[in-house]
């Protein structure tokens, strides 16, 4: 593992590290934000998964969110959308390849050889961080759009792994919406049947664990109504007693203006999670 950034920020440091991914098989960038709290004992750490056509460098740049991660002591881990590097298949248009892995196992090639972002998430970079930095074994996850769709996926699939989970603007039904069902077919093959397992609204009619979800969406997202459709997910959850608190905010869009504008709601949302015994 190579640190490439360093760089001081709200009393912690904001560092960006590439390491050979095992899950992916090629260099992976990821960054993290340690708080001050990190110089004197562990901090639980909040998972950042960004959207299409992002790297590991949007978030950290656009969010201003490392001032409330110092504020509650929580550590931020934001990896790239993607694998990288010679050999890594890509595609025309940006919703699929380079930048837009959609945490999934892609089982179909030319995909299936380092398209295993699912894993990535979920195991191996978890394992990496715990492992390398002074963090403790709480974790929560977050991201937007597409990586909202990764935060919920996650968590809904893995009962017991994340204290919290939230969510901006996420893609929440992709087998029903454009973007999700060309990269499912793309990744996982025609059979709709085995694209539920990467569905939020399949998901959480079985969720073992009724964590509480948090999301904030836009209503003045333009693509609210073909792509994300958060109802969608509302109405599921409410079928089986899911807590889900979607809060609809006016006036606001798709862009990075929104998130900036929650991040320090969702990060405290976070932080009661994290700091509970």
């Known amino acids: 593992m190579e640190r490439l950034e360093h760089r001081a920020c709200f009393g912690g440091w904001q560092d960006v590290y590439q390491h050979a991914s095992t899950a992916l098989d090629c260099t992976m960038r990821f960054a993290i934000y340690l708080p001050p709290q990190a110089q004197h004992g562990q901090v639980p750490v909040l998972y950042w998964l960004s959207g299409l056509t992002c790297t590991e460098q ?31 298949a890509d595609a025309e248009g940006y919703d699929l390849g380079l930048g837009a892995g959609f945490y999934v196992n892609a089982t179909q090639a030319p995909w299936a050889a380092h398209y295993r972002m699912y894993d990535y998430i979920v195991d191996e970079l978890a394992a990496l961080v715990e492992a390398h930095f002074p963090v403790t074994g709480a974790r ?18 893995n009962p017991g792994r994340y204290r919290s ?26 059979d709709a049947a085995t694209w539920i397992q990467y569905d ?11 964590l509480p979800i948090l999301i904030d969406q836009g209503e003045a997202d333009e693509f609210l109504d073909l792509q994300l459709r958060p109802w969608l997910l509302q109405e599921a959850a409410d079928a089986v007693g899911h807590p889900l608190y979607l809060r609809l905010q006016p006036g606001f869009d798709h862009s990075y203006y929104f998130i900036a504008s929650f991040i320090g709601e969702h990060i405290a949302h976070h932080a009661k999670a994290l700091q509970r015994l």
């Open 200 to 210: 939020a609204c399949a998901l959480i009619k079985a969720a073992a664990e009724k």
């Open 58 to 88: 949007n978030f950290i740049q656009k969010a201003g969110a490392q001032r409330y991660a110092a504020e509650h002591g929580i550590a931020l881990v934001c990896p790239d959308t993607s694998p990288r590097g010679d050999g890594v």
């Open 140 to 157: 929560a996850i977050s991201g937007h759009s597409m990586g909202g769709h990764g935060a919920l996926v996650a968590a809904l699939r």
């Open 165 to 190: 989970v939230s969510a901006f603007a996420p893609i929440v039904a992709p087998s029903q919406v454009p973007w999700g069902q060309k990269a499912f077919a793309a990744y996982l093959g025609d």
